[in-house]
């Protein structure tokens, strides 16, 4: 019998991978616990070409199932395409999970190419799932018996009853050993987008320690996935596995990628105690306030040296709105006490929320650059553009403005960010260009560009805008990028052009 093939197919084109694949990672730990041959199978395929060689490369495996994790966006596209080569020229089953197909399973199930999809958390879901198919032709295979499945019977969709979280996160290790762990250590972090980082000139190894948020912020995915529930590997286990990447891999320092790191204190602080390295981690303002003087200088003394802080909006409604329970003077103190410390601190800000206006986008502006002024250890990103994740109360306050989510899994070809995102009907479009504006009017070198003389244009147009919050009549953005415009129109390789996915 083949082995089952877990696969990710990431669009970004740029830099290298930032994080590893944990949610193949987990699945493949329970199916390896399970005695189940697996494969791992993450690339990135930014053209047909690339569709083509990911899906002759999946099928040369011979597998006997192939999975593969999904995140809304442009990423759903060469999944697709992949999963129809798969499932027109073989008989095996197609199963898609992750965060898309676990907000959208009808959606994807509407699709001929997806056979099943796995709601939720897929670790013990994937190993009954591949146990049952393993019975063969002429075995009994009841699909409705497996929680957290999702499935096609006679032409309806069927959903299962959900799957308890897990409890015991340390019972799968992630599977390291299915793919090549240097492609995932890098030298230079790109988690501080703006500003750079100085977290390590060695290799950084990002980890998850815990899963889910106790918090309730509207925007986010944590609400609906995971129920607000905070789950945990134990401190052993996350000193164990720092250390093994740190002896055998040489990682130098670490960053820890969970939603919130601070669910419980003192297993965080036990983890920081032990780490014995360099590292960071993202947290919030209010509770940097809380810690004051006495616990920051403790956890710079642990090799704390990098912090995320989600600040997210300068308007006191747009925060209520959100329910992020957190104030505007809590982030200028979080950003004082950090600074004090040379904790370096990167708030990231977003625009484009359903019921802002534009004196709360202002607002927003204004604090970023009092942010910014605290001193050297602050960095300041964004605004990024909002964009309404499925299953959040903020998706459902976008709803009632106007936003239609894509009917079918084909036409999620847009990025969730930035400049080519859909247009909201609740946000004027020029929310789109801020960051855009924002970053070039802070840009200072030019001379490794092409033009240089024509940046500084831009960057003097760019200051002017951010400084008199002017972001209408966006020409010196859209002129420089007409002949992009007409080469894509015209050169037939739009996404759904490229990957042929119907």
């Given at each position: 019998m083949g082995p089952i093939v877990l696969a990710n197919l990431s669009t970004y084109p740029r830099r290298p991978f930032l994080a590893p694949p944990y949610g193949l990672l987990y699945v493949a730990s329970a199916l390896d616990r399970a005695g189940i041959d697996v494969r791992l199978y993450h690339r990135k395929v930014l053209?047909?070409?690339?569709?083509?060689?990911?899906?002759?490369?999946?099928?040369?495996?011979?597998?006997?199932?192939?999975?593969f994790s999904t995140i809304s966006g442009p990423?759903?596209?060469?999944?697709?395409?992949?999963?129809?080569?798969?499932?027109?020229?073989?008989?095996?089953?197609?199963?898609?999970?992750?965060?898309?197909?676990t907000q959208y399973p009808e959606q994807v199930l509407a699709s001929p190419w997806v056979d099943y999809v796995v709601v939720g958390e897929g670790e013990e879901t994937a190993v009954e799932l591949a146990r049952a198919l393993a019975v063969g032709p002429g075995?009994?295979?009841?699909?409705?018996?497996?929680?957290?499945?999702?499935?096609?019977?006679?032409?309806?969709?069927?959903?299962?009853?959900?799957?308890?979280?897990?409890?015991?996160?340390?019972?799968?290790?992630?599977?390291?050993?299915?793919?090549?762990?240097?492609?995932?250590?890098?030298k230079k972090t790109y988690l501080l987008t703006d500003g750079g980082s100085e977290l390590s000139e060695g290799r950084i190894a990002s980890i998850l320690t815990a899963r889910g948020c106790p918090w309730r912020c509207t925007y986010c995915y944590n609400l609906s996935v995971n129920q607000r529930r905070y789950r945990t590997h134990s401190v052993d286990f996350v000193v164990g596995m720092a250390h093994e990447l740190r002896d055998r891999h040489g990682v130098e320092a670490i960053h820890i990628q969970?939603?919130?790191?601070?669910?419980?204190?003192?297993?965080?602080?036990?983890?920081?105690?032990?780490?014995?390295?360099?590292?960071?981690?993202?947290?919030?303002?209010?509770?940097?306030?809380?810690?004051?003087?006495?616990?920051?200088?403790?956890l710079r003394s642990t090799g704390l040296r990098e912090l995320q802080i989600g600040a997210e909006s300068g308007s006191p409604r747009i925060l209520k709105l959100m329910k992020k329970d957190v104030t505007i003077e809590q982030m200028f103190r979080a950003a004082?006490?950090?600074?004090?410390?040379?904790?370096?601190?990167?708030?990231?800000?977003?625009?484009?929320?359903?019921?802002?206006?534009d004196a709360d986008r202002r607002l927003t502006c204004e604090v970023m650059d009092r942010l910014e002024r605290v001193g050297p250890s602050i960095v300041v990103n964004g605004p990024g553009v909002y964009f309404p994740w499925p299953g959040t109360p903020m998706n459902a306050m976008a709803e009632k403005?106007?936003?239609?989510?894509?009917?079918?899994?084909?036409?999620?070809?847009?990025?969730?960010?930035?400049?080519?995102?859909?247009?909201?009907?609740?946000?004027?479009?020029?929310v789109r260009l801020i960051e855009h504006y924002r970053r070039l009017a802070k840009r200072t070198a030019t001379g490794s560009l092409r033009i240089p003389f024509f940046a500084r244009i831009l960057i003097s147009l760019a200051r002017f805008r951010w400084k008199r919050r002017f972001f209408r009549f966006p020409a010196d953005y859209y002129l420089p990028r007409l002949v992009l415009v007409w080469l894509r129109r015209h050169s037939g390789k739009g996404a759904a052009a490229v990957y042929d996915q119907e």
């Open positions: 053209d047909r070409g690339q569709v083509l060689r990911a899906a002759e490369e999946i099928l040369a495996l011979k597998p006997v199932l192939a999975g990423s759903l596209i060469p999944a697709l395409a992949v999963s129809k080569i798969i499932k027109t020229r073989t008989k095996i089953p197609v199963v898609w999970g992750g965060l898309h197909a075995g009994r295979f009841d699909p409705a018996s497996i929680q957290g499945l999702a499935f096609k019977e006679n032409g309806r969709l069927r959903i299962n009853q959900s799957r308890p979280l897990i409890e015991n996160l340390d019972l799968y290790p992630p599977a390291w050993h299915h793919l090549n762990i240097d492609e995932y250590l890098t969970d939603d919130h790191f601070y669910g419980e204190w003192e297993r965080a602080f036990s983890i920081a105690r032990r780490l014995r390295m360099p590292w960071s981690s993202s947290g919030r303002a209010d509770e940097v306030v809380r810690w004051g003087n006495g616990i920051l200088a403790e004082e006490l950090c600074d004090r410390h040379g904790i370096r601190v990167l708030f990231s800000f977003m625009t484009g929320i359903p019921g802002e206006t403005l106007g936003y239609r989510p894509p009917a079918k899994t084909k036409d999620w070809d847009f990025m969730v960010w930035g400049t080519r995102q859909m247009k909201m009907p609740f946000a004027p479009g020029r």
